[in-house]
């Protein structure tokens, strides 16, 4: 599944090259996950604005209006002049005077979701429950402290909610949590601000190299322009069950946390 860093990579690389072009054509395949709320022709003649990001939406500007996308589980964009025609599993085509924006995903999970706003319905239905941007000067240790307090549930699964910070998908939070020295199966609402420090740090730090990497490519994610991520050769525990800690020679271990594998450490990674 796609995750911040992915998402922000492709962001990235096709940003620049659809800003202020003017829509030509919309195109849409099988149904995706919701329906795109306004007629095909609607934004023909209006010119694309800069891309951002929100979590794992990207929000697409098109006139006064725009259009917000998010890739699902297997889903991918491509930018370009000469892509080809479509295939079966291309959903969604921008055709533009600068290229075609192209979204692809097998499995359907992905959407393409028109609104007058990022602060309007419904849009801002979809974005009402996300958690902070991990660079945001805001997320610190002492809110990521305030926000764990209480909760039941283990610490990763807390970080995979969103409601606290966007980012930490289950890659991303193994590495950080790694990184930590914390326990993926420790209580939420136990983590000491100390340790709480650790992790709003360690979260920023593996995001930052998942960026730089361009993301993980494990089947299928390619940014844009088709480039792959290297993320996944950097990983220290994520992937890695039997093979020996790089710090400390233990053999990593997998644990199952609501139905998704979480890597780690038992000596580097303590519960306390």
Known sequence: MPELPEVEVTRRSFADAIHGATVLALRLGKPLRWPLGC???HLV???AGLAQRRGKYLWLPVGEEGLLLHLGMSGSLAFGRDLGPAGPHD???LQTDRGLLRLHDPRRFGAVVWSTGLDAPPV???LAGLGLEPFDARFTGTYLHERLRGRRVAIKQALLVGDIVVGAGNIYACEALFLAG???ASPAGRISRPRAERLAGSIRQVLAQALEAGGTTL???KDAHGVAGSF???AQVYGREGQDCRHCGTAIRRLVQGQRSTFFCPRCQTRS
């Open 182 to 184: 914390i326990h993926p």
């Open 124 to 126: 801002s239905t979809l």
């Open 219 to 221: 089947r299928d994610f």
């Open 45 to 47: 003649g209006r010119r």
């Open 232 to 234: 996944q050769m950097q």
């Open 91 to 93: 959903h969604f085509e």
């Open 39 to 41: 007629a095909v022709d």
